[in-house]
């Protein structure tokens, strides 16, 4: 076994949730030889042609890298981790934190081409296809910009890739939408945690608004410009939003997550042209960080 490579107490949770392979011949039919070259390339960033070949064909692995992240199988098998990890009362829902990161674009990840790209051996488009392929240009270049929520154990709930130049706060509730864990006893997933908190740039009334409806608590600091409008409004102008330091203070752990996920070389720079392809990047850095051990100041908090 390879330094990176799946421990077989993390082979035997996350082996149930992959998919069966009932393809011909017997090239690429390890799952495990396969996920392990995805991931040396994911903690390394190389080109896939210089995968080791412990890893087995280097064409196999982005290849099943590519399909998985075309028809969302990456997307169900972070579900199904979460869910399990929701089922042993491993997910400190007390505090969900909020926030984006920026990763500088790789000369490679450009030039895609302009027609849409389809999941392999099929007709349809991949489920998290981009027409602007989440590519964007600021003074630094070519970025794209991802944006999180993350638990108390710094492990992510749901992830999102953007354009580099997006703005966090339209994006926060899309993020909130993709949150989705599965309740052993069945029934409805869970989808509201108990408190949230974001910084600044997710201060809006349209944000505040959307929490008050679905009854989630949360400490989002109120800006400069807001508070001096909402005094110059006088008694028209609403209570102050409330805010909790305690709480606040917390906010650094989805900022230690992203220090976490960006340990992931080919997450801190994108290679990849395609924007479903990188989606499963970082997916598949987040399905990491669930299968090791809990750690944060919520690990001993249940669901």
């Known amino acids: 076994m390879g330094r990176g490579d799946l421990a077989d107490e993390e082979w035997s949770r996350l082996r149930p949730h992959l998919p069966k392979n009932v393809g011909r011949g017997g090239r690429g039919k390890d799952h495990r030889q396969v996920i392990n070259g995805t991931l040396f390339r994911q903690r390394t960033g190389i080109p896939w042609r210089d995968l080791p070949t412990r890893s087995g064909k280097w064409k196999t692995v982005h290849d099943r890298h590519r399909r998985w992240s075309a028809d969302g199988t990456w997307d169900r098998i972070l579900r199904a981790v979460q869910a399990d990890a929701g089922a042993e009362g491993c997910i400190d829902w007390s505090m969900v934190s909020v926030d984006s990161t920026v990763c500088r674009a790789h000369q490679h990840a450009a030039g895609a081409r302009r027609q849409a790209p389809q999941k392999p051996g099929e007709r349809t488009r991949p489920a998290q296809h981009r027409p602007d392929e989440a590519l964007g240009r600021s003074r630094g270049g070519l970025t794209a910009k991802i944006h999180l929520a993350g638990e108390g154990g710094l492990r992510p709930l749901a992830v999102l890739v953007t354009p580099g130049q997006w703005a966090d706060a339209p994006q926060m509730i899309p993020v909130l939408e993709r949150i989705r864990v599965a309740r052993p006893a069945g029934g409805r997933p869970r989808t509201r945690p108990d408190h949230l908190s974001g910084d600044k740039p997710y201060s809006s009334r349209c944000i505040r608004r959307y929490l008050r409806r679905r009854q989630i608590k949360h400490t989002i600091p109120e800006r400069r410009d807001q508070r001096a409008h909402r005094?110059?409004?006088?008694?028209?102008?609403?209570?102050?939003?409330?805010?909790?330091?305690?709480?606040?203070?917390?906010?650094?752990?989805?900022?230690?997550?992203?220090?976490?996920?960006?340990?992931?070389?080919?997450?801190?720079?994108?290679?990849?042209?395609?924007?479903y392809i990188f989606q499963g990047t970082v997916t598949v850095a987040g399905i990491r960080l669930w299968l090791l051990p809990r750690t944060g100041p919520g690990s001993s908090l249940g669901a």
């Not at 906010?251 to 395609?274: C, P, Q, S, W, Y």
């Open 231 to 275: 005094r110059h409004r006088g008694s028209s102008g609403g209570r102050p939003a409330g805010f909790d330091r305690t709480r606040y203070a917390r906010g650094n752990e989805v900022e230690r997550m992203i220090n976490k996920l960006k340990g992931h070389r080919a997450m801190a720079t994108r290679f990849d042209k395609r924007a």
